[in-house]
Every structure is written in structure tokens, then in C-alpha cells.
């Protein structure tokens, strides 16, 4: 079974704090995705990489980056976490977009920033 | 720009009778259309997509879904509810074409009353 893992179902972090939050895919998909996701707006993108050390803003970028460095995993970073970054984060990947793919996600990370 | 509405923020059906789940969507071109699914804190899980070919698909947990080219529309559908259906629905497009990204709709609750 595919499988897309992030690290931390729960964080607390404080306004401020630089965040990491890590996510691990084993399908040796090229594209992966990081959404957050909030009651009443659905899924926003915040990041995509459709390879290696490539990354793509989204919808909503505005005070997160990413980092690719290797196939399998994606970073996302807040540079200085705010309150307004309390979310629900959801990481996904598919293979090659050529192809009529679904994404996969991960079980999400909940990050209160207080 | 490509976009989803669903509008319903929650639906309720009583288990044993039919349910529905609206989406319309957006979208330059042929789209790819898919539901999905969210259990409370989970991540999402794929329940079917639309490609191309017959209008009506059929996925998991014996919900199907109906394309409607003229309408815009690809409703959610089941015969049959069950309590354990109760959860967020998400309905998503991406254009037919290489590297567009999936776009969501806000979401459904579907409440599943014994």
C-alpha cells in the first residue's frame, strides 16, 4: 500500500518559533504537495514540487517555503510562525501528472502556534 | 482559474435513505473530477474520480458519482446511507492537462442520523 507519512499528528509552537513540519512518501512519486486546511475554506495550496530541489508556490505562500531534497520528502517551513497559521496541514503526492492520478495524503499535522 | 462549489455546508439524511452530495466545478478544457473523504482528525481518502468514459462512476463503500458535461456538475450519490458514512466530503478538478494541480471544494458534512 502507498503510503505518505507526516512526522507530528499535533505540534504547539510559539509566534515566532521557525516550524518545520516533515512529510515522507515511499511511492517514489515525483510530485508532492503541502495544503492547509480550514473550516469553511476546504483545501488552499500552499506548495507543490513536481521534482527534486524544484518547488512551485500555490494559492497561499505568503510566510511558508519549502525544501525538496530529496525525492521522498518535503519540508515545510514557517519562517515565523503566527497565529494565524493555526491549521490543520495535509501533505500529498501522485506520480507524473501525465497520468489521470489521484493524489495520496498523509494524515495531516495540527498546528496550534500560540 | 479552475474552481469547486459545493453548496451544501452540511447535509443530513436519515440511514437507509438515498444521499446526495452536490459539486459543480470550473474548468478550462476537460476536467478530472474526484471525491473525497475525511474522518475526523484524518487525513483524506480517495472514494472515486471521473476520467473520461461513462458518466456514472462507481467507487468505494458503494458510492457512485454522476458527470454531468452540461450541468458542470458531479453530485455524490449513494442508494443506501449508513451511520458510518458521517463525514466531510470534499469534491476536487484539475484541467485534463500536464501539470495543473487539484483544486477543492469548502466541503459537505454528510450526518448520517440512525
Known amino acids: 500500500d502507498v503510503k505518505v507519512t507526516q512526522s507530528s499528528r499535533y505540534l504547539v509552537k510559539r509566534t515566532g518559533e521557525k516550524v518545520f513540519l516533515e512529510c515522507v512518501q515511499d511511492?517514489?512519486?515525483?510530485?508532492m504537495f503541502w495544503y492547509r486546511q480550514d473550516p469553511g475554506l476546504g483545501l488552499r495550496l500552499i506548495y507543490f514540487s513536481y521534482d527534486v530541489k524544484m518547488k512551485e508556490k500555490g494559492d497561499i505562500p505568503e510566510g511558508y517555503s519549502v525544501s525538496r531534497e530529496k525525492k521522498e520528502r518535503f519540508s515545510l517551513i514557517l519562517e515565523s510562525a503566527s497565529t494565524n497559521q493555526t491549521s490543520m496541514y495535509l501533505c500529498a503526492s501522485r506520480p507524473p501528472p501525465t497520468g489521470n492520478y489521484g493524489y495520496t495524503f498523509g494524515s495531516g499535522t495540527r498546528l496550534t502556534v500560540v | 482559474a479552475q474552481s469547486v462549489a459545493q453548496p451544501e455546508d452540511q447535509v443530513n439524511v436519515a440511514e437507509g435513505n438515498p444521499l446526495t452530495v452536490k459539486c459543480t466545478y470550473s474548468?478550462?478544457?476537460?476536467?478530472?473530477l474526484f471525491w473525497y473523504v475525511q474522518y475526523p482528525n484524518r487525513g483524506l481518502q480517495f472514494l472515486l474520480k471521473y476520467i473520461t468514459g461513462d458518466n456514472l462512476v462507481k467507487g468505494s463503500y458503494g458510492f457512485e458519482a454522476e458527470f454531468n458535461k452540461s450541468q458542470t456538475s458531479f453530485h455524490l450519490k449513494k442508494p443506501s446511507a449508513l451511520v458510518s458514512d458521517s463525514a466531510l466530503y470534499f469534491c476536487a478538478v484539475r484541467a485534463n492537462s500536464g501539470y495543473s494541480t487539484l483544486t477543492f471544494g469548502k466541503g459537505t458534512m454528510l450526518l448520517v442520523s440512525p
Open positions: 474548468v478550462s478544457g476537460n476536467p478530472y
Open positions: 511511492m517514489d512519486h515525483e510530485n
